[in-house]
């Protein structure tokens, strides 16, 4: 579930970094929201100190933050609950150009499981 939500994250904010110096901008403020096949959803939100939260369905939350590998890679790390002692950063390539109001289908890394995106203003 981690590695979905992170990289549906990472798909999710996506205007191309090239074209904008942060590329996240459109999701600060915002509230990205993803439905997994099963119909369950959680809501991210992502803000500008380069911190993250993530809303489970389960009434869990979990925080971190993120960094920039290069242009179009960010790396997302688990702080909160504390992550296991061997964990590493998800890092996920940024693509794509969504913005407020968009909804959208990703593939997720496993190349079989397809998820609901969506970004909607405010929190």
């Known amino acids: 579930m981690k590695r979905i939500a992170l ?6 904010i996506l205007p191309v970094a090239a074209a904008q110096a942060d ?7 915002n509230t990205v929201t993803q439905t ?17 939260e993530r809303h489970n ?8 933050t993120y960094s920039w590998k290069d242009a179009t890679h960010a790396c997302f ?5 504390p992550p296991p ?11 794509g150009d969504h913005k407020v ?3 959208w289908t990703e593939t997720m890394p496993d190349g079989k499981t397809s998820i609901t995106m969506a970004i909607t203003a405010g929190r």
């Open 77 to 81: 790390v688990m702080t909160d609950p």
């Open 101 to 103: 109001g968009d909804t």
């Open 23 to 29: 590329p996240f901008a459109v999701a600060y403020g």
């Open 36 to 52: 997994l096949p099963d119909g369950r959803k959680t809501t991210i939100y992502i803000n500008a100190d380069k911190t993250w």
């Open 7 to 12: 990289a549906a994250l990472a798909a999710v």
């Open 57 to 64: 369905t389960d009434g869990t939350t979990v925080k971190g």
């Open 85 to 95: 002692g061997n964990a590493q950063a998800d890092c996920n390539e940024i693509k």
